[in-house]
């Protein structure tokens, strides 16, 4: 008989409280563990279910006192179908050029995410981040990581989604684009592409992260349908819950 070595216990951790970056008046705590050794991607995979996200090597989840705000949510990709606006959206589109990398940082890439940071979340916490801190949240996983890059017809880069593999679907981790394109609707094109992309492979989700009602920049995450959040019963379909909502 063979033995197996057991495999060491996962540890989480929880942080202090912090204010909440999309609440005001409210406190932000996470529960989180790091990736490490051989079995990270099949430990990445478990905890993206469970609604945890990756920021570098370690994974996280929103446990904040007295607040559910924070809904995790993925879209089932055998299920999904455009709109009649994304449909538009994805015609408008069609003359950029998309391609997949392995996630390396670059200047070109810097600027783009400054200039998409000082537009967008001017006086946020990233929006003061040096070319390490980039090179650092594009480039420091242990899992597999991608980077989704789109061009114009000039070779202009417009935009950037840093994505996680998993073997049932991708993680959208962390998006960028040219602010000076708005009229294109970077943001939902790349989600569109990537459940393409997704649908190709017989991939089953495309996670998004987090859904915050009272967050308007979120709000593009309704609507693409049918989306699923988790809550107690698990991973479900139907209206999406406020942060006051017993889940």
């Not at 070319?131 to 949240?137: C, G, L, P, Q």
């Amino acid at each position: 008989m063979t033995s197996q070595t057991p495999k060491p216990p996962l540890t989480f951790y929880r942080t202090g409280p912090m204010p909440c970056p999309y609440l005001a008046g409210r406190v932000e705590r996470n529960l989180f563990t790091e990736l490490n050794g051989t079995q990270a991607q099949r430990l990445h995979d478990q905890l993206a279910q469970a609604g945890f996200r990756r920021s570098h090597h370690i994974v996280y989840r929103p446990a904040c006192p007295g607040c559910n705000g924070c809904v995790p949510v993925r879209i089932p990709v055998p299920e999904f179908e455009m709109t009649r606006s994304q449909r538009r959206v994805w015609s408008k589109n069609a003359d950029l050029h998309v391609a997949i990398s392995i996630a390396r940082a670059s200047e070109e890439h810097y600027e783009l995410f400054t200039r998409y940071q000082n537009a967008r979340h001017s006086g946020g916490e990233m929006s003061t981040m040096s070319f390490s801190d980039f090179r650092s949240m594009i480039e420091d996983s242990v899992v597999q990581t991608e980077l989704m890059t789109i061009r114009d017809s000039e070779g202009r880069l417009l935009g950037a989604c840093l994505t996680d593999v998993l073997t049932h679907g991708y993680s959208a981790v962390y998006s960028y684009f040219e602010p000076d394109e708005e009229q294109r609707n970077l943001g939902t094109f790349c989600v569109l592409w990537l459940l393409e992309r997704a649908r190709a492979r017989g991939l089953d989700h495309l996670y998004l992260g987090y859904w915050i009602a009272e967050c308007a920049k979120m709000t593009y995450k309704s609507r693409f349908k049918p989306v699923e959040h988790l809550g107690t019963n698990g991973w479900q379909t139907g209206p999406l819950p406020d942060s006051n909502s017993p889940r």
